[in-house]
């Protein structure tokens, strides 16, 4: 979400320009029936009038269609060739114009280009928003409270699910929980009043902290992410579970 915020902010250099030409190579990153017609279609010579982010996607909207993006773990936005200032870990900065898998050229020179190596991204036109829940970075205290108390699901697999909130990667879940003190298999709904606000104060607080140092890979918890590797907070060997399908890292000492 770190990386796709910073994304949302190369795109805004692209609000107010006028789409001349869609370029679309790669039917298999069109996705949610998605086509090269349809995008051509829909978005020449519309407008791009402002730049949304839900969770990990990407919205940009335009006086004629929405363009939902995804850029996976290695897609990158480019708009006149430049991506966010600081360069971001995942994925290369090599640059091969087969990688390219989507592009808008502007009137009056200029261009936005998705730009995906692995071809784990993807490209929608009007995607559906309804099953997505809020983003992490607007939810309140009180509606986090609320929707954890609803459900029984271990709080890392919680966190990672984008229909309860949107916006929350592995290692984001990881840092948040290390944190804020909480143990990722504890279920959600066993958390106090006092430990659900705890929770949202540190994950507002984490996705700031680390998309100020650029990545979300750039948490104190992520230096310690290996095998043997001991909690930065106290020196207790870091236990390594799966948890909600992904690996996750944690400190029994502290983590409760
Ligand atoms: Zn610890």
């Known amino acids: 979400m770190i990386e796709i915020e910073a994304y949302r902010r190369v795109a805004e250099r692209a609000v107010g320009r006028r789409i001349a030409r869609v370029d679309a190579p790669d039917d298999w990153y069109l996705k949610a029936g998605t086509t090269a017609a349809a995008l051509r279609a829909a978005l020449r010579g519309a407008q791009i009038t402002g730049t949304r982010r839900i969770g990990k996607l990407l919205l940009l909207d335009t ?77 309140g205290p009180a509606a986090l409270r609320d929707r954890l108390a609803a459900s029984a699901a271990p709080l890392k697999a919680w966190l990672l699910d984008q229909h309860r909130i949107a916006g929350v990667g592995n290692l984001l879940a990881d840092e948040a929980l290390w944190r804020a003190g909480l ?35 750039m948490g104190d918890l992520q230096v310690a992410r290996a095998r043997g590797a001991t909690c930065p907070r106290d020196g207790t060997p870091l236990l390594r579970r799966t948890i909600g399908g992904r690996t996750t890292y944690s400190c029994p000492r502290h983590q409760r």
């Open 63 to 139: 006086d004629q269609a929405v363009l939902g993006l995804r850029f996976g773990m290695t897609g990158r936005l480019l708009v006149d060739g430049q991506g966010p200032i600081e360069r971001l870990e995942y994925g290369s900065s090599r640059m091969e114009p087969a990688w390219i898998r989507f592009a808008l050229s502007f009137h009056g020179g200029g261009r936005l280009e998705v730009v995906d190596p692995r071809r784990l991204g993807g490209v929608v036109l009007d995607p559906t928003l309804d099953h997505l829940g809020p983003d992490a970075l607007a939810i």
């Open 183 to 217: 143990d990722p298999a504890r279920p959600a709904r066993s958390l106090t009043p006092a430990e659900a606000r705890r929770l949202h104060k540190h994950l507002i607080a984490t996705i700031t902290t680390l998309g100020d140092r650029g990545g979300s890979h």
